[in-house]
C-alpha cells in the first residue's frame, strides 16, 4: 500500500518542527542546488524554498501520492519519483536535507557515506531520523506482532532499531566530514482526540503490519494494539494525551 499524505499531515505541526530545528543549523548562505531526499508531501520542502527562493530544489520520493501531494501545493521546486536508497544527483548538491526519511532505508554504514559523495565541496548532509523505536508505540507493536495468531504472518515484518546511537555515526562519519553536528532531541508532543499515539503510528510505523495483514485480522490487530497503547500512554484529564518523541538531527559538512 503506498502512503496516505492526508493521515500523514494530520500532525503536520509535529511533523514539520524537527526539520525547521534541523534547518536552524545549517549554516549555507545561498546554495544553489537543494535535494529534499524522501520530501513526503512538501512539508520539508516548503520550509527550503522559503529560505533560498533563488535555489533550484528538488524533492525526490518513491511514493507517487505523497508527490502529487507535494506538486499540488505549487512549491518553487521540481519533483522526482525515485528509490532513495539508489538516488544519485544528476550534478554535485549544495545542499542534501533529509527529515524522516533514511530510518526506513538498512545500511547506514554504506548509505550516508554514499550521500556525502553526492555533494559539491563545501555542501552540507543535514538529517533528521526518529529514534523513538524503544519506546512503548514501537514496543507494543513488536510484542504484538510476535503473538499468536499475528506471528506467522508478520515474522521478519518490523525491524529492530534501524536508528543507531549518536556515537555510532560520529565514529563513522567524523573522519570524513570538514564539520559534524550530531544531537538528540526528545519532544513531548502533547496530541489530542481519540487513540492520538495510534493516529501518529497508523500513517508510518504501522503501515507495514497493514500492508501484510488481510482486512479482518488487521482490525484485531489494531484493536489489541489500540489498547495497549491507551495503558502506555493515557489520557490526562483535560483529555490531551503525552507522547514523548526521541529525534536524532546530524549536519554534515563537506570539505571545500
Same mark, same amino acid.
Given at each position: 500500500?503506498?502512503?496516505?499524505p ?8 509535529? %511533523? ?15 546554495p ?10 512538501g ?25 502529487? %501531494?507535494a ?11 525515485a ?21 526506513w ?53 518490523? %525491524? ?19 564539520s ?15 487513540d492520538?499515539?495510534? %493516529? ?30 491507551r495503558e502506555a ?24
Amino acid at each position: 500500500m503506498g502512503w496516505d499524505p492526508a493521515q500523514y499531515l494530520s500532525f503536520a505541526d509535529q %511533523r514539520t518542527r524537527p526539520a525547521l530545528d534541523l534547518l536552524a543549523r545549517v549554516r549555507l548562505a545561498e546554495p544553489r542546488r537543494i535535494v529534499d531526499l524522501g520530501c513526503g508531501p512538501g512539508n520539508a520542502t516548503a520550509l527550503l524554498a522559503a529560505r533560498w527562493p533563488a535555489a533550484a530544489i528538488t524533492g525526490i520520493d518513491s511514493d507517487p501520492a505523497m508527490l502529487a %501531494r507535494a506538486a499540488a501545493a505549487e512549491l518553487r521546486a521540481s519533483w522526482q519519483q525515485a528509490d532513495v536508497a539508489a538516488w544519485r544527483a544528476e550534478a554535485p548538491v549544495d545542499l542534501l536535507f533529509s527529515n524522516a526519511c533514511l530510518q526506513w532505508l538498512p545500511d547506514h554504514g554504506r548509505l550516508l557515506p554514499h550521500l556525502l559523495e553526492q555533494l559539491a565541496p563545501g555542501g552540507v548532509l543535514a538529517v533528521q531520523m526518529p529514534a523513538n523505536f524503544a519506546a512503548p508505540s514501537h514496543a507494543l507493536m513488536r510484542a504484538l506482532a510476535a503473538e499468536p495468531p499475528f506471528a506467522k504472518a508478520l515474522a521478519g515484518v518490523l %525491524r529492530a532499531d534501524p536508528v543507531h546511537a549518536p556515537e555510532w555515526y560520529f565514529d563513522r562519519l567524523a573522519g570524513r566530514a570538514a564539520s559534524l553536528d550530531l544531537w538528540t532531541t526528545e519532544y513531548l508532543q502533547a496530541l489530542a482526540g481519540p487513540d492520538p499515539v495510534l %493516529r501518529w503510528v497508523s500513517s508510518t510505523a504501522l503501515r507495514p503490519v497493514r500492508d501484510v495483514l488481510d482486512a479482518a485480522s488487521f482490525a484485531r490487530f489494531e484493536a489489541a494494539y489500540a489498547e495497549r497503547l491507551r495503558e502506555a500512554y493515557p489520557a490526562r484529564p483535560d483529555s490531551t494525551t503525552l507522547f514523548p518523541f526521541r529525534r536524532l538531527f546530524m549536519v554534515v559538512g563537506k570539505a571545500g
